[in-house]
């Protein structure tokens, strides 16, 4: 269902698909829009302008980058107007990611950080979700790690020096501490991990 709604702003659609899963929704939207660049964020969550804009127009002058990040700031559920950030989830900010893929892999993973919270060039994001609705993983971290991997595989990566995105940080159980971490040792001890780890492609 797209429903235009009345804004100030001109060219917005809301799309509205509850019968959809998180996967099928994102494939919906893009293959039923043409963008040539996506900006992905939930509903407790934001960008921040100017950062978003600075990795737009690198994205737009460069058609060599896939992907466009930056660093990320945590706000608790009852915001109090206190922002925090996490060094070791902000590992990659200000990392350069402009070389052969294999070093570019290396560098990315060594410094993880969530990165389904940026813009991505079209063919990138579409081929992430349309290999993570091919594959069924049992893992949600699968989708930044497939994601990641699209980035790597179909161009550079662009790690703004500045904050791009700010995160709720919820006091209650959510469905990221209730699955398992992607690492050596949970791939080696933990059934469902190798079984997506096989499907990995």
Known sequence: IQIKISTSHKNINYIWCPQMNFYEKILHVINNTNAQFYALTPDDDFFKESSLEECYNVLKK?????????????????FNGELKIFPKMNKLKGKQLKSNK???AQIFWRNYQNILWSIFQRETILKGFQSLTHNHFNNANFIEFTLGFEAIKNGNIYVSDKNLNFRELSET???????????????????????DIKKFK
């Open 62 to 78: 460069d058609n060599t980058y896939s992907l466009g990040t930056g660093g990320q700031i945590f706000f608790s559920k009852k």
């Open 173 to 195: 159980e959510h469905w990221g501490t209730q699955i398992e971490s992607i690492t050596r040792f949970n791939i080696l001890t933990n059934r469902e991990l190798k079984e």
């Open 102 to 104: 294999y070093t570019n």
